[in-house]
């Protein structure tokens, strides 16, 4: 039996504690006193032995008269007025909370896939979004733009290097933020080809690099989401910075990420599409002179949103990692020769996994799967046991909604740490590798506001890893100088367009020095910041 009780105590005049502060330590005494009794027995009226459990007890310093300057009184409370939100008492100081709440007396809302772009859960899957976005996770941006930049920089070898973006959009979703490391970027992206993935009803500018030495020109290549008509654009370069008119390939609905990889050895990259709202990728074989074949779809789990290429079995052929984002687990698609690939194997993850990053964090030889899991706020780790089979996942602690991920040595100690963007808690955390692939609590380092995406390059040419995150509501970059041991100084930051999402860092201008480039989804274009 739980009941409300109010007990109001007349205190004595000549008692010598009259002042507030001494009042206040008296009544606090009391109520310490009640929280060490958790029931009482008593005789019933008809004669019965009657318990009633004493589930939590406050005093207040203005008693039942409202008046703080005469504190008296005890209140005494039952669990149902303490736990709030239907929450039931579990212990003298602890609350069971319903579904959709959170917290010591279940007065947090929790919303399952986030609130994104700054906005705020403010009941159970309700969000209240910041201005500019709507939608139930605050995803939707209704701009309109149109706009392509192209910028040229020539050195005085003689060297140009030309960057391209287009972005059309009515209606803009942004969704979560795809890391790539400088190794991924160079891995993704073929030769002399500018990529243009179409979505219906996304639009993100996204950036994927390679540099390429031909007649003394050094080559970036493209890649961004438009709103459109759900396929792949290619157009391919002539040789002096200039391309043709784009050749479509269709796709599944809301194409999200792309990888450019030679998935059948025959020497010519092939194109692999993540389709989100379709729960699929595709695969386009490359056929010759930058043609390829219609789509073979290979079904996901639901919300399959990065996609990596990489080896993970041993038999030199290029499997795919998929992270199923509605799913809550990663998808292992092994190939088995000319480019085909068996059915997933699905490995569980954390709540909602936006990126995945695979590297041999044990040193067995083996690729190992990493993920930021946005929604349950931790990364997993799953080791790579043999054969392209994965252990169980292990968990360790991140900040708030982790998005970016990368997996690159930052202490010089030959083991690939973990360094992620904790959007929600505007920092960078960095988890060393402390052997075997477990890995440190992490130490974090103030970013600017939604930091999304993060890389790891050599930014200064002192043979250490730095950190290099785009700051999305800051509409800057900011890099973080190692100072050794894995040890980061405060960010620099460098203004940007608006709304930067992702960043790649890589050599444009063939002077040895590595640069930023971001594209900007609020501006819709790229930006390309050169190292003094």
């Known amino acids: ?24 330590d008296f009544f606090t005494g009391i109520h310490e006193q009640f929280n060490t009794q958790p029931s009482v027995n008593i005789t019933a009226d008809d004669g019965s032995n009657l318990s009633v459990d004493l589930c939590y007890v406050e005093s207040y310093s203005n008693g039942n008269n409202n008046n703080q300057n005469n504190p008296s009184g005890v209140v005494i409370e039952s669990c149902t007025v303490v736990c709030q939100n239907g929450g039931q008492c579990t212990g003298l100081t602890s609350c069971g909370c319903t579904t959709g709440w959170t917290g010591d007396t279940c007065e947090t809302a929790v919303c399952t896939n986030g609130c994104d772009n700054g906005g705020t859960c403010t009941a159970p899957d309700t969000c209240i979004c910041a201005t500019g976005w709507s939608g139930a996770t605050c995803t939707i941006e209704s701009t309109t733009s149109s706009t392509t930049t192209t910028t040229k920089t020539t050195t005085k070898g003689g060297t140009k290097t030309t960057t391209k973006a287009t972005t059309k959009t009515t209606t803009k979703t942004t969704t979560k933020a795809t890391t790539k490391t400088a190794t991924k970027v160079t891995t993704k992206t073929p030769t002399k080809t500018t990529m243009t993935t179409t979505t219906a009803a996304s639009t993100i500018t996204s950036t994927n690099t390679t540099t390429t030495t031909a007649n003394s020109t050094t080559t970036m290549t493209t890649t961004t989401t438009t709103t459109a008509t759900n396929n792949v654009g290619v157009l391919l370069n002539t040789g002096n910075g200039t391309f043709t008119a784009q050749t479509t390939y269709p796709t599944g609905t809301k194409p999200n990420s792309v990888a450019v990889v030679d998935i059948n050895n025959d020497s010519k990259p092939d194109l692999i599409v993540t389709n989100l709202n379709s729960n699929y990728f595709n695969v386009l074989l490359n056929i010759g002179n930058g043609t390829f074949t219609a789509q073979t779809t290979y079904p996901t789990g639901a919300g399959p949103y990065d996609v990596e290429v990489i080896d993970v079995n041993g038999d030199s052929k290029l499997d795919i990692v998929v992270p199923n984002s509605g799913s809550n687990n990663v998808g292992v698609f092994l190939n088995i020769g000319n480019g085909t690939f068996a059915p997933q194997t699905t490995y569980s993850a954390g709540t909602t996994s936006y990126s995945v990053a695979v590297v041999d964090v044990n040193n067995d030889g083996n690729p190992d799967i990493i993920a930021p899991n946005s929604v349950s706020n931790n990364v997993s780790v799953l080791l790579n046991v ?133 594209a900007n989804q609020g501006s819709g274009n790229v930006g390309v910041l050169l190292a003094c």
């Not at 920092?427 to 790891?456: D, E, W």
């Not at 043979?463 to 050794?484: A, E, P, Q, W």
Request: proline share 4%; aromatic share 8%.
């Open 1 to 24: 039996m739980a009941v409300d009780v109010v007990v109001a105590l007349g205190y004595p005049n000549n008692l010598t504690c009259q002042t507030l502060s001494c009042q206040i």
């Open 386 to 518: 043999g054969n392209g089979t994965f252990a169980p996942q292990t968990t360790y602690l991140a900040g708030t909604n982790p998005y970016g991920i990368a997996v690159v040595d930052v202490n010089s100690d030959s083991k690939p740490d973990i360094i992620v963007a904790n959007s929600g808690s505007n920092n960078v955390g960095v988890l060393f590798n402390t052997g075997s692939g477990t890995f440190t609590a992490q130490t974090t380092y103030s970013t600017g506001s939604l930091p999304l995406n993060v890389v790891v390059g050599d930014v200064n040419n002192d043979g250490k890893s730095d950190i290099i995150v785009v700051n999305y509501s800051s509409n800057n970059v900011g890099v973080f100088l190692n100072t050794g041991n894995g040890m980061f100084a405060a960010q620099t930051t460098y203004a940007t367009g608006t709304n930067p999402r992702n960043v790649v860092v890589v050599d444009v201008n063939n002077d040895g020095k590595i640069d930023i480039i971001v």
